[in-house]
């Protein structure tokens, strides 16, 4: 069973710093790119970062462009989010998810529940 | 504000049909993969359509979808009541280089 967990979701000032962790397993995480996906409070999805299997391909929103960093441990079966000069506005669940290969290739077709990230003073 | 246009509601009563549409450009829908997702509340999404109209398995028949220029469409069926849940749209978006999603369709279910 594919199984993604995140963590690192944490309450954090503006202009700080914050690095989430997402957890794979059940799939050989070295055949799927992987991305973050968040959302608002309220609000719909936003695509934020994607990688492909061994980071030759890093894609970001124009959002967080310069402030994101997606990378991946495939040792560990490990994707991160480093989050620098963080906004209010950032303030959402932040999700890990599967792309997927061949036919189901681009589609999203597994999620994580999501870590909570707050910006507030 | 979202690239891809999607109404923010739509409503049907059980056993009805409901169409969600969502509106895109050259560059994201009129030249890529359009994929759909449902999203129950208090929950993470869920896959529902990919490659413009293909059904995952485990996804009911009384979900279609098409494609057609730079506009999709997600067709619900037979409506139920646990239908009830949040339809996002999506697709890469050449000249962004980078995926897109809709506004969102919160799917009233009456």
């Known amino acids: 069973e594919v199984q993604l967990v995140e963590s690192g979701g944490d309450l954090v000032k503006p202009g700080g710093s914050l690095r989430l962790s997402c957890a794979a397993s059940g799939f050989t995480f070295t055949d799927f790119a992987m991305n973050w996906v968040r959302q608002a409070p309220g609000m719909g999805l936003e695509w934020v970062s994607s990688t492909d299997s061994w980071t030759t391909n890093i894609y970001y929103a124009d959002s967080v462009k310069g402030r994101f960093t997606i990378s991946r441990d495939n040792a560990k079966n490990s994707l991160y989010l480093q989050m620098n000069s963080l906004r209010a506005e950032d303030t959402a669940v932040y999700y890990c998810?599967?792309?997927?290969?061949?036919?189901?290739?681009?589609?999203?077709?597994?999620w994580g529940q999501g870590t909570l990230v707050t910006v507030s003073s | 504000q979202s690239v891809l246009t999607q109404p923010p509601s739509a409503s049907g009563a059980p056993g009805q049909r409901v169409n969600i549409f969502c509106s895109g450009s050259?560059?994201?829908?009129?030249?890529?993969?359009v994929f759909w997702y449902q999203q129950i509340p208090g929950t993470a999404p869920k896959l529902l359509i990919y490659?413009?109209?293909q059904r995952p398995s485990g996804v009911p028949d009384r979900f279609s979808a098409s494609k057609s220029g730079t506009s999709a469409s997600l067709a619900i069926s037979g409506l139920r009541s646990e239908d009830e849940a949040d339809y996002y749209c999506?697709?890469?978006?050449?000249?962004?280089?980078?995926?897109?999603f809709g506004g969102g369709t919160k799917l009233t279910v009456l």
């Open positions: 999506a697709a890469w978006d050449d000249s962004l280089s980078g995926r897109l």
């Open positions: 050259n560059s994201n829908i009129g030249s890529n993969y």
């Open positions: 490659r413009n109209n």
């Open positions: 998810v599967r792309e997927g290969s061949h036919n189901y290739e681009q589609a999203f077709d597994h």
